[in-house]
C-alpha cells in the first residue's frame, strides 16, 4: 500500500488497530467504535445546529441557512456513527459555503436494515426540497453509498411523490458494492481505518439475509442514465478504491456530468484521520469549491 507518511499518526488512532483478532459481530465493532469516541470526542460545533424531525420522525441537524442546503449522510459502514458526531464538520461546512447543512440521522442496522436507512434518507430529502430552492446530496463512506442510492431511487419516482429534487451528488470514497470482486477489495482487504472485515459486518447487517439490489448497493444498478450530476472522489490506498472508480465511469458512460479524483496516497477517510496533512487540505478545498458550483448549478467547472 502507499500510505502518505502524513496519515500515519491519524491511522493508529482509528478502529482497526484496536480491533481484536477472529470474527467480529455489530455488537464488537460497536462497542470498540464507542470507546475510541469517548477517548477522543470529536470537537464541539461553533454554534449549536437547530434538531427538528421529519413528518416520519427522523432527526434532522441543521446548521447555517439560505436558500439552497447539503443533505449530509454521515458513514459507519451502516451500522455506526450518527449525525451528532458531524456537528462540528457540518457547522464549519455550513459557514464555508454559506449554506445550509442538512445532516440526517437515519436508522442503523442491523436493527433497520434495508430499505429503512434509505427511506429515511429520502424524507429527509422530501424535507429539505420542501424548504429550500435546490438540494445538493453529500456523503461519505456508507452516507456515500446511500446518497447515490437516494438519486437512483429519486430518478425513477414520480415528480409529486418526492421526484428529482437533488441538484448534485457529491461522493465521499462511497460504499457501493457488497460483492467484494474488485481488484482493490481483494489486494487492500486488510487496509488501514475500514477493511474487509468490517466490510463484510456492515453489509451483513444492512442486508439482513436478502440479496442486495441497485438501491441496497448501488454498484448493482444496472442503468445510470438519468442521474444528477455526480462529483466522486476516493484513496489510493482504499479497499472501495476500484468500485468507485467503476462507478464513475460508468455514469459518464451513461450520459451523466461526472468528476472523479483519485487521490494518491490516501486511505478511507484520511481527510477526517488526519485534517492537517496536505492531501486533506487540497481535497477538502476541492471538495468545497465543488459543493460551492453544485449549490449555484455550475456543473461544467467542477
Known amino acids: 500500500m502507499n500510505i502518505d507518511p502524513e496519515l500515519l499518526d491519524g491511522i493508529a488512532g482509528t478502529l482497526t488497530p484496536h480491533l ?3 470474527p467480529l459481530d455489530v455488537a464488537t465493532v460497536r462497542a470498540v467504535d464507542e470507546r475510541r469516541h469517548e477517548e477522543a470526542p470529536p470537537p464541539p460545533p461553533a454554534s449549536p445546529p437547530e434538531v427538528l424531525r421529519t413528518d416520519d420522525g427522523i432527526e434532522l441537524r441543521v446548521h447555517g441557512t439560505g436558500g439552497a442546503c447539503v443533505l449530509w449522510i454521515h458513514g459507519g459502514g451502516m451500522y455506526l456513527g450518527n449525525a451528532r458526531r458531524e456537528d462540528a ?8 459555503l454559506g449554506a445550509a447543512v442538512v445532516a440526517v440521522d437515519y436508522r442503523l442496522a442491523p436493527e433497520h436494515p434495508h430499505p429503512a436507512p434509505l427511506h429515511d434518507c429520502r424524507s429527509a430529502l422530501a424535507w429539505c426540497a420542501a424548504r429550500y430552492e435546490r438540494v445538493v446530496v453529500a456523503g461519505a463512506s456508507a452516507g456515500g453509498g446511500l446518497a447515490a442510492a437516494l438519486c ?3 430518478r425513477d419516482l414520480p415528480h409529486d411523490a418526492g421526484g428529482p429534487a437533488i441538484a448534485a451528488a457529491h461522493l465521499y470514497y462511497p460504499m457501493l458494492d457488497d460483492r467484494h470482486e474488485t481488484p482493490s477489495s481483494r489486494e487492500l482487504a486488510d487496509a488501514p481505518v475500514w477493511n474487509r472485515r468490517l466490510a463484510d459486518v456492515g453489509w451483513a447487517a444492512y442486508l439482513g439475509g436478502r440479496p442486495a439490489d441497485g438501491l441496497a448497493a448501488p454498484a448493482r444498478a444496472t442503468d445510470l442514465r438519468g442521474l444528477p450530476p455526480t462529483y466522486v472522489d ?3 490506498s482504499d479497499m472501495f478504491r476500484d468500485e468507485d472508480a467503476d462507478y464513475a465511469r460508468r455514469l459518464a458512460a451513461a450520459g451523466v456530468p461526472t468528476y472523479f479524483e483519485l487521490v494518491p496516497g490516501a486511505v478511507h477517510a484520511f481527510e477526517a484521520i488526519a485534517p492537517d496533512a496536505a492531501i486533506s487540505r487540497t481535497t477538502r478545498a476541492r471538495r468545497i469549491d465543488a459543493l460551492r458550483r453544485s449549490l449555484r448549478e455550475d456543473f461544467r467547472t467542477w
Open 234 to 236: 476516493t484513496g489510493e
Open 20 to 22: 481484536p483478532d477472529g
Open 89 to 96: 464538520f457540518c457547522c464549519d461546512l455550513a459557514a464555508e
Open 152 to 154: 437512483l431511487l429519486t
